[in-house]
């Protein structure tokens, strides 16, 4: 027997590999990469498009959700729900699925609103003109008496005639019978939850003290405030008038004849919804210009100023 049947048959085996970036392993890797990115921006888009109190709630949640789940409320849920969940309620008006709809609602309950304000204030217009027609106390000065609707609300103006005026020239001190209407004025606006404005009208004749002393301004100023006491003696809260202003005779009634004695009058505005909150907002924070440009021209026209004699018994 030779020596080469004797040694051992030696078998070798090589394993091929993929090594390196010739595996597959970095696909994975990469993937996975890939997922947890997609993941953190849609962290990010989901807390940048997210309320403060809803973001309040998610936190909350996670730090005593047992807690949250039992309490319920608005945002953990269906409140009718046995087993509460997260979201926002949908069965609310103010979500994800309703927000258009509430905010055309707003707009609808809003222009409602303003028309059943327009015919509570017609209502009070009516009742004006039917108690100068029963007081006999008052039907003597029905001529004094003029009532419209303007762009601020119901107006009540009482001005002067030749022979009666409602003060004594050149003073903020009432005539009684001045006192008597506006009594009479108080008992009414008192049936409207509506603020009041009013101002005081002088005519164009000058204190022979000119415009740096004691003048029209001062004066219609004063009468109006004078007018103001008288109401809260009717029965008038304080906090329901907001506005007491003095135009002197900036804005006559007569524009032809700036010394005729209708010029001088008191104003009293029943105003509606909207002039008060702008009267409200004078002092508050300031606006673009843009904005006030653009309220401006979506408001209505204002009402014209009827002539003199009209709404006048005889005149």
């Known amino acids: 027997m030779s020596d080469d049947s004797q040694r051992p048959i030696i078998v070798k085996k090589i394993k091929k590999g993929g090594g390196g970036h010739h595996g597959g392993a970095w696909k994975i890797a990469y993937a996975d990469f890939v997922t947890a990115m997609m993941a953190f921006f849609l962290l990010m888009w989901l807390l940048g498009s997210t309320s403060k109190g809803d973001l309040k709630g998610i936190a909350d949640y996670f730090k005593s959700p047992l807690k949250v789940a039992l309490a319920g409320g608005s945002g953990s849920g269906d409140a009718d729900s046995i087993v509460k969940g997260g979201g926002q309620d949908l069965s609310r008006s103010s979500g994800q699925v309703k927000r258009g709809e509430s905010s055309a609602k707003r707009s609808f309950n809003k222009e409602q609103d303003r028309k059943r304000e327009m015919k509570m204030l017609q209502d009070l217009r009516q009742r004006a003109e039917k108690l100068l027609e029963s007081k006999p106390a008052l039907a003597q000065f029905k001529n004094q008496m003029l009532i419209d609707m303007t762009a601020e609300g119901l107006r009540i103006q009482i001005v002067d005639e030749k022979n009666r005026p409602m003060f004594d020239s050149g003073a903020a001190e009432l005539k009684p019978y001045t006192r008597e209407i506006l009594r009479e004025i108080a008992s009414l606006l008192n049936e409207v ?123």
Not at 229 to 245: S, T
Not at 259 to 282: A, C, D, F, G, K
């Open 193 to 315: 939850p509506n603020r009041i404005s009013l101002a005081g009208h002088t005519d164009a004749t000058p204190f022979s003290s000119g415009e740096r002393g004691y003048s029209n301004w001062e004066l219609s100023a004063d009468r109006a405030n004078a007018c103001r006491r008288v109401l809260l003696e009717g029965g008038i809260a304080d906090e329901k008038i907001i506005r007491v202003v003095g135009l002197a005779s900036a804005t006559p009634f007569d524009t032809e004849n700036l010394h005729n004695p209708i010029n001088r009058r008191i104003s009293i505005t029943v105003l509606n919804h909207e002039t008060e909150q702008n009267i409200m907002r004078e002092g508050g924070k300031a606006i673009d210009a843009q904005t006030l440009i653009g309220d401006h021209a979506a408001a209505a026209e204002p009402a014209a100023e009827a002539p003199p004699g009209k709404n006048h018994a005889g005149k």
